[in-house]
């Protein structure tokens, strides 16, 4: 079973402070997504990486894939209120058209 | 943008009614996904259907149903239900194949029976 670890798995940081959150397994994926859940609504996706060590930015997101694809990073800069909410990664399953999810990180950016 | 949208926000049955809740995608997607959101489970999935009248059991199927008589729809029906199943219900849709399995989910029905 392929398994993906988030930590921390929670975080709580004033506005204006940098975080990076962590997303890791044993095994090696395809591809990665990151999603964030904002209270009370369905997850909404952030990126995909799929080659080992890519870099993808998205304004203050930075997302990295590791090199041998088992393990991703989020890191945030500057994070503001709305940064706030469940970030979540997920990844191909063994099973076709299937993802792995984490149980994700929940972020608390207090102003 | 891919839409996928759900029946109902907010749900409220009694124990041992017939529930049904519809997805509904509009990116002609071929997989398609029910999953619950409890605290401190994660997101668990409860069924998957990769074409029309397809399906496979989930990591928790029972007391569950779907039904996929249409690509674009996707319905999940709890055949009696228990406060048990009281959760954060959240379809999701995605293409098939490929080594790229983004999901896009709907708002979620928050589902509470007494």
């Known amino acids: 079973t392929q398994l993906l670890e988030q930590s921390p798995q929670f975080l709580s940081i004033q506005e204006g402070e940098n975080l990076t959150v962590y997303c890791n397994s044993s095994s090696v994926f395809s591809s990665l997504q990151w999603y964030r859940q904002e209270p009370g609504e369905g997850p909404v996706l952030l990126v995909t990486?799929?080659?080992?060590?890519e870099v993808k930015k998205l304004k203050r997101l930075t997302f990295q894939f590791g090199d041998a694809r088992k393990d991703s990073s989020l890191h945030i800069t500057a994070a503001q209120p709305g940064d706030t909410g469940l970030y979540l990664c997920a990844g191909p399953h063994t099973n076709a058209g299937k993802s792995t999810f984490g149980d994700g990180t929940t972020l608390t950016v207090k102003p | 943008d891919v839409k996928v949208t759900q029946s109902s926000r907010y749900l409220v049955k009694r124990t041992g009614e017939k529930v049904f809740l519809e997805c509904v995608q509009d990116m002609d997607h071929e997989n398609m996904f029910w999953y619950r959101q409890d605290p401190g489970l994660g997101l668990r999935l409860i069924y998957f259907s990769y074409d029309v009248k397809m399906k496979e059991k989930g990591d928790i199927p029972e007391g569950y149903s779907v039904s996929r008589e249409k690509k674009e729809r996707f319905s999940l029906i709890l055949e009696s239900a228990s406060t048990n199943q009281t959760s954060m219900y959240l379809c999701a849709s995605s293409l098939g194949g490929g080594k790229v399995y983004e999901q896009y989910f709907g708002p979620g029905t928050r589902l509470t029976v007494t």
């Open positions: 990486v799929v080659t080992g060590g």
